[in-house]
């Protein structure tokens, strides 16, 4: 019997509205010292969040992967991916959490460093490494004026954001291309080219086949590249696609569910709520009131 994991705004704040500015920032001690010290499995529907550990040292836990690391370190976490933490009691660092829309409109002209945030990642910087001088820096900038209350701050949050997820997409690539055994150029660049063409064409429900095709490989080839490049089926990405794109209309638009189903390629409105309850954990319709609801206590 599969396990229900649990999903939550903040961790282990049950219906609590939306982050304030599609932002919250806090220290990592701030909430985990609350439960002994240890974040338990869980999810978020809305939101990604990247830790910065500047020192001491986590067990993770990514679906059904179990890592250990110790800081200076970055993890990223994507939304509807189970996750946990059991950080030591001298831990250091920041979780910044963001809301999906909002990374993904920040990041919606670089569709290349946009793919590098598909699937969890572990980012392990050197101490004495330039790349960690920077990252650090961008964190430190960006957690500073979110707690501050100056003039134009809310654009200087999103150029802020904006550099550190760039820096985060550049070290977790360099890191990927560095690994035995992974990232090729040529894998790269037919894992860029699929992103492209599913970007394009995601609304027409294409299989893999046909993106293989278009790419010059077989369809065994672009799985393998896709589960070594981002943890996921190439049908895991395609359907990644679709869910994200559902959410989006659900959460942002007035069209009904049915319209929603036709828009992405779903001639029957009953097949896209079972797909979509079985990717999201509940029905189109209940994700909606859900996401309305955090939506009108923010704004009370």
Known sequence: MKTLVPTYALYGEHGQGLVPESLHCESIPQRSSLYGWEIKLHRHDLFVQILYIRSGEVRIQFDDRRLEARGPCALFVPALHAHGFRFSEDIDGAVITIVTQQMEKLLAPHADLLAHFQAPALAVFESDEHGRRSFSLAVELLLAEYADTQHWRLPLLESMLATVLALLARKIATQASQAPGRRTPRAAAHLHRFRTLLNRHFREQRDIAHYAGRLGITATQLNRICREELGLSALGVIN????????????????????????????????????????????????????????????A
Not at 265 to 274: E, H, K, N
């Open 240 to 299: 990644g696609r679709l869910l994200a794109e559902a959410r989006r209309d659900l959460a942002y638009s007035s069209l009904s569910v049915k319209e929603i189903a036709l828009t992405l390629g779903f001639s029957d409105p009953g097949y896209f709520s079972r797909f979509f309850a079985k990717h999201a954990g509940m029905s189109p319709s209940g994700f909606r009131i859900l996401v309305r609801n955090q939506l009108d206590r923010q704004r």
